[in-house]
């Protein structure tokens, strides 16, 4: 089975074919640096980024661009709120997101740019637009001739006529420079510049660039007229990137991108969650401050869980149930990932780093298991299933070891499913750091265990249940799972 996307530009899956073989041109829009990165960013870029890691490890070679919008009306009124300036507000949430992604273990993007150092490409491609009739200044505004675009509207499926009959006059109210368009629908190039803000020079006068032309210009000056795939979020398919492909299209006379892809929101309990609305919570806020449902701190790959745990296109709700269950399943892989530092020694392996690095012993079938579910269209929910179950596998081997019972597995399969699933976990980027060992046999020892379970019983049988369920919840806090069982001592194993 062959690749296959869905084209939201056809509203169908298609087979991925490159304009160059084996190599990716992919280019995803960034963030208006203006604000902490909330969950809806981290679902967006921990889905490109697995798409990203994905063609690599199917052999494509991937050139990945992600931009910074710097200069931005939200941006200026936040400087304005914190007494800073554009520049340092721009610099200091891009270093916030870095340090927040960074957490969730998704990779830097081959290049950054940013608007700001693209204003002569983003004039350059402005004045080709002119040349060709598709804009035109007034005031030392520049509008971009949308009527003049016979194919505008072909991403988003939208008829400016029914827009326009179904705007009636708020279109005008709503936009204070309606007096100088041609058209209610036509869109800013270049803005004049406004007193106290920040200007550039140009054919136009002094100005600033609008938002949808700068990731034209910045797609063709990093990756070419034409890349493969043009990524964002579901709510940036209009106006935004129907903006970008008639900027861009009617410059070159070419598509600018075959695929376009996009992945839906994130509700928050069941409502919308944005900015605007206030109900939003960042990344940091999720990582450092909240609790899940059994008052755990959130581990950053629990959330990297959750998001490929959805269909990227498909709407998905976070709630206090949804972080639980994907905390519980990512306990499950991670015990599965740290297997073979545990338990290896004991199985005659040697070499653990090395073992761990090796795809080369890979099981085929669950190998071609995950390949064929992800290579529908990016299912990583499906692929998920093949590396839960063989952490499973791993886990209850290793529970086995843990209580020095024979365990009759083959020690060879045993590493050769270990390595697949580091390998498979490696292409969602699920990973652990064999350090974490430290972390995850820390704590009580068997003797120490027993003797609880001891005093445990005592007040199970006096009725002292205030006794019998602390020690319970400190075994638990310890990662110690105890099982009850009528008639005979209770048993436990670490979980």
């Keep these: 089975m062959s690749l296959t996307i869905y084209n939201t530009l056809t509203r ?22 203006y604000d902490y990165c909330h969950l809806g960013h981290a679902r967006s870029y921990i889905v490109w980024d697995t798409v990203r890691r994905y063609l690599q490890w199917r052999g494509y070679q991937v050139e990945y661009v992600q931009n910074f919008t710097d200069i931005d009306d939200k941006i200026l009124n936040r400087a304005d709120l914190e007494q800073s300036s554009m520049t340092a507000v721009s610099e200091k949430y891009t270093d916030a997101y870095f340090e927040d992604l ?9 290049s950054y740019p940013l608007a700001t150092k693209h204003i002569q490409e983003i004039q350059d491609l402005i004045t080709d637009l002119e040349q060709k009739g598709f804009a035109y200044s007034v005031d030392g505004d520049v509008y971009f001739r949308v009527r003049k675009d016979d194919e505008y509207g072909k991403l988003s499926k939208r008829n400016l006529d029914d827009l326009r009959a179904g705007a009636g006059e708020r279109v005008e109210s709503a936009d204070p420079d309606q007096i100088k368009k041609e058209d209610p629908f036509d869109f800013a190039l270049w803005k004049a510049a406004k007193p106290g803000e920040p200007s550039w020079e140009s054919p136009w006068g002094n100005g600033r660039p609008g938002w949808h032309i700068e990731c034209s210009a910045m797609i063709r000056t990093q990756l070419g007229e034409t890349i493969d795939i043009h990524c964002g979020g579901g709510d940036l398919v209009f106006p935004h990137h129907e903006n970008e492909i008639a900027q861009s299209e009617c410059a070159h006379d070419r598509p600018l991108s075959t695929y376009w892809m996009h992945n839906g929101m994130v509700k928050l309990s069941g409502e919308k969650m944005s900015k605007s609305l206030g109900n939003f919570i960042t990344i940091r806020k999720l990582l450092d401050d909240y609790r899940d449902g059994n008052n755990h701190q959130i581990d950053p790959m629990t959330v990297r869980l959750f998001v490929l745990t959805a269909q990227y296109r498909k709407p998905m709700d976070f709630s206090d149930a949804s972080i639980t269950a994907a905390g519980q399943s990512w ?24 073992i761990a690095s090796t795809p ?45 019972s024979e365990q009759t597995a083959d020690p060879i399969l045993l590493k050769a499913k270990w390595q697949t699933l580091i390998e498979l976990a490696g292409v969602l980027g699920l990973e652990v ?51 009850d069982k009528a008639g005979v001592p209770s048993t436990w194993y670490r979980g």
Aim: proline share 2%.
């Design 331 to 354: 306990q499950t892989i991670k015990d599965g990932l740290l297997f073979g530092y545990e338990f290896g020694e004991k199985l005659g392996w040697d070499n653990l780093d090395s």
């Design 433 to 483: 750091n064999p350090d974490e060992l430290k972390v995850h046999t820390s704590g009580l020892s068997d003797a120490e265990i027993e003797s609880l379970l001891t005093e445990r019983q005592i007040a199970r049988e006096t009725k002292d249940f205030a006794t019998s369920d602390r020690i319970r919840a400190q075994l638990t806090e310890d990662k110690i799972v105890v099982i």
């Design 360 to 404: 080369a012993a890979t099981t085929a079938d669950d190998v071609d298991r995950f390949r064929t579910a992800v290579d529908d269209d990016f299912n990583f929910a499906e692929g998920l299933v093949v590396v839960f179950e063989l952490a499973k596998e791993l886990r209850k081997v290793g529970n086995i070891i843990a209580h020095d």
């Design 12 to 33: 169908t899956k298609e087979p991925f074919q490159t304009l160059t073989p084996n190599q990716v041109k992919m280019y995803c829009c960034g963030v208006t640096v």
């Design 102 to 110: 960074h957490r969730l273990n998704v990779r830097d993007a081959d």
